[in-house]
Antibody, heavy 117, light 110 residues
């Protein structure tokens, strides 16, 4: 059974860097795309970015300048770094696996990241 | 990129059918067959219900069906059950190689 386990700091101060990692258990890393998605408290889902099957990364234009998505295939992990965070970045962050087409079939448990001074 | 447009809420009685719409543009929903739908219960991760407009993942009830007409995708749930009460989100690939979600629809089973 595929599981995505994610971790990272849950409380940040404004201007700090958000850093999250997602590890894949019970399945392979290659052949899939890997996404980050966030959800501000009480609001909807927002696509952050992804690393595709070829290793190319794509990101939400609104976050592009602050965002880095990378992968360590040997560890079956991928990571998110978001610089210069503000209160607007407070959200539950999810990692997810992209299978075929538009499917994101497995999701991490979610990590609440709060940005507060 | 602008979010896809969904109604804020829909409701139905047990056993009835409801449809949730998701309106985009010719640059997203109308451009590709990459539309998906997710169900989210409170404090839970989203669950994939439909992908590629109308494909149902293994294990998802056949009461859930997806379709598309032009720039609008739809999710129809038939035979409503209490456990269907949740938030539903659509998502689409876009011409700029990014993904966009809808604002979400709260489904209430009366």
């Amino acid at each position: 059974q595929v599981q995505l386990q994610q971790w990272g700091a849950g409380l940040l101060k404004p201007s700090e860097t958000l850093s999250l990692t997602c590890a894949i258990y019970g399945g392979s890393f290659s052949g899939y795309s890997w996404s980050w998605i966030r959800q501000p408290p009480g609001k909807g889902l927002e696509w952050i970015g992804e690393i595709n099957r070829s290793g190319s990364t794509y990101s939400n234009p609104s976050l592009n300048s602050r965002l880095t998505i990378s992968a360590d295939t040997s560890k079956k992990q991928f990571s998110l770094k978001l610089n210069s965070v503000t209160a607007a970045d407070t959200a539950v962050y999810y990692c997810a696996r992209g299978y075929k087409g538009s499917s994101r079939d497995y999701w991490g448990q979610g990590t609440l990241v709060t940005v507060s001074s | 990129q602008s979010a896809l447009t969904q109604p804020a809420s829909v409701s139905g009685s047990p056993g009835q059918s409801i449809t949730i719409s998701c309106t985009g543009t010719s640059s997203d929903i109308g451009a590709y067959d990459f539309v998906s739908w997710y169900q989210q219960h409170p404090d839970k991760a989203p669950k994939l219900m439909i992908y590629d407009v109308s494909e149902r993942p293994s294990g998802v009830s056949n009461r859930f069906a997806g379709s598309r007409s032009g720039n609008t995708a739809s999710l129809t749930i038939s035979g409503l059950q209490a456990e269907d009460e949740a938030n539903y989100y659509c998502s689409s690939y876009t011409r700029t190689s990014t993904w966009v979600f809808g604002g979400g629809t709260r489904l209430t089973v009366l």
